[in-house]
């Protein structure tokens, strides 16, 4: 089917940016913009026409997360971002935890693995990863101590059953940790201290005569390395949903509310009075191709279901060490840097197949 549509957004309808969703598989999902793909036509990349298609375009953001659409470049590139931000982006978080004293139902290691998985609020930016050694300084290691002792409210109702009402530090929260600064962090974090980014996380339940006593140090690492480092709750994309319909085939007015039934609450319109079925250009990027659409033959050549390969509509949660606007930008930086890496290493081939020594400093 070649469907002509007549819209605002013409360019979204390039038939060569689409991925036709069929009932049972999707087509055309390789990409064709490389050249040589189509004759007497030069598709090498050039930066200038990069510029006109590339755009970035946030939809909606709030505290915690933010959506926005990426639009221009390859799968691959998206995904490299997607797979950066959750495994390479940098956050500072607990690494080892020292216990002087635990008394609690909760077994050291659970526990120590529960202080790890509190997110911080350090700009990992102010601190330096561990070297080789493992050397601990005030330039990459920041230190917390948690030391919480569970005892009877004397002045307690005795009616009570709340623990919160009968004990002091029933729980145990993310906000009794306590940072201890050493050398120049006092002035380094001046204005903001490391602290957990939620202060009302219940690390454990105490009971009286129950005590916990341990020392935390926190230092900068990757997701690859260990998950509680991702800065990210979810990174994750789709493509942009296409609906076309065929103006040689409409459909049908008595047809037209089980239509709309077929789609997402918004995505197809109907006239009132003619029955006309229309699409919801603003309300189309919610779909979420179901194909229910195609389960009904009269309904059969009326539509055709697309993703436009090239658009992907973002959505990240941050975990609170960096701003979720700043997170985009963040990936990138490392993806700069990769860039860089594999640059020098290209340099230094070309230098040894030029006769040269091929040494070139790698970072």
Known sequence: MAFQAS?????LYDRRRHVRVDAERARDVSSTDFPGYYPDEDHSWNLEKFKERFRVKVTRISNRSIEFDLVGVDASIANAFRRILIAEVPTVCIENVYVHNNTSVMVDEVFAHRLGMIPLNVDPALMDMRDSTGQATDRNTLVFRLNVTCTRNKSAPKDATDPAVLYHNAEVLSSHLKWEPAGEQESVFEGKPPAPTNPNIVLVKLRPGQEVDMEMHAVKGVGKDHAKFSPVATASYRTLPLIVLNPRKPVPPHLATKFQKCFLPGVIDVDPLTQKVCVNEENMRKETMSREVLRHPEFEGCVELKRVRDYFLFNIESEGAYAPEYLFPESIKVMR????????????????????GGDVEMV
């Open 337 to 356: 840097d990769k860039i860089a890496t594999i640059r020098k290493a290209a340099l230094a081939l070309l230098s040894e197949s030029q006769g040269g």
């Open 7 to 11: 819209t605002s957004s013409q360019s």
